[in-house]
């Protein structure tokens, strides 16, 4: 079995930082992309940032400047520093990652369970 557990989710107040951490554990043979997507009320899940497994990242418009991804392929874990926060970046905020358990042939796609960010203003 494979999953992804996330820790660092919390309130804070707009202008203030958070820092998301997630782990891939269990049977893993590789670890493709690896990212954070994010889902407010009401509204469609979408990608927050991306990182590969070389390291190239890639941001949505509304976090540039603002949040960093970063990741540990010796630990498997991928890390989002969240600075300038805004009200608007409030939501669940979901790990993702592209891996190939021992057991598989192929890549499947996981996802944590979700931690909630939430910006007051």
């Known amino acids: 079995q494979v999953q992804l557990v996330e820790s660092g989710g919390g309130l804070v107040q707009a202008g203030g930082s958070l820092r998301l951490s997630c782990a891939a554990s269990?049977?893993?043979?590789?670890?493709?992309?690896m990212g954070w997507y994010r889902q407010a009320p009401g509204k469609q899940r979408v990608l927050v940032a991306s990182?590969?497994?070389?390291?190239?990242?890639s941001y949505a418009d509304t976090v540039k400047g603002r949040f960093t991804i970063s990741r540990d392929n010796a630990k498997n874990t991928v890390n989002l520093q969240m600075n300038s926060l805004k009200p608007e970046d409030t939501a669940v905020y979901y790990c993702?990652?592209?891996?190939?358990?021992?057991?598989?042939?192929?890549?499947?796609?996981?996802w944590g369970q979700g931690t909630q960010v939430t910006v007051s203003s």
């Open positions: 993702n990652a592209i891996i190939r358990p021992k057991y598989a042939v192929g890549m499947s796609n996981y």
């Open positions: 269990g049977s893993i043979a590789s670890v493709n992309a």
């Open positions: 990182i590969s497994s070389v390291g190239s990242t």
